[in-house]
Nanobody, 119 residues
């Protein structure tokens, strides 16, 4: 059973870089055909897929966020990481990591972590 847990700062100042880590247990992030995604939900809005990294380390990004987003992984720790640059208050959201069989399949979810962008 795949378990995911997000971690990172709850408060980030505008123009800074947000960095979140997802720690995975129950399966290796290099297991064939797994995709590992970041998704967020701003207050009062719907879910927004941000990007994914697959079992080979290939990355996929939302076109609207691609210029500010970077995904990476640490296979020794079984973790994958989101970096979002130049944040603004509009990036305030609950951020989730998820896994599935492709970049937009989310069979397993973490509990989410609230991030607020404010000075």
């Amino acid at each position: 059973q795949v378990q995911l847990r997000e971690s990172g700062p709850g408060l980030v100042k505008p123009s800074q870089t947000l960095s979140l880590t997802c720690t995975v247990s129950g399966v290796s992030i290099t297991t064939d055909y797994y995709y590992w995604s970041w998704i967020r939900r701003p207050p009062g809005k719907g879910l927004e897929w941000m990007g994914a990294i697959d079992y080979r380390g290939n990355t996929y990004y939302s076109p609207s966020l691609k210029s500010r987003t970077s995904l990476s992984r640490d296979t020794s720790k079984n973790q994958f990481t989101l970096q979002l640059n130049s944040v603004t208050p509009e990036d305030t959201a609950k951020y989730y990591c998820a896994s599935g069989g492709d970049a937009t399949d989310f069979g397993s979810w973490g509990q989410g972590t609230q991030v607020t962008v404010s000075s």
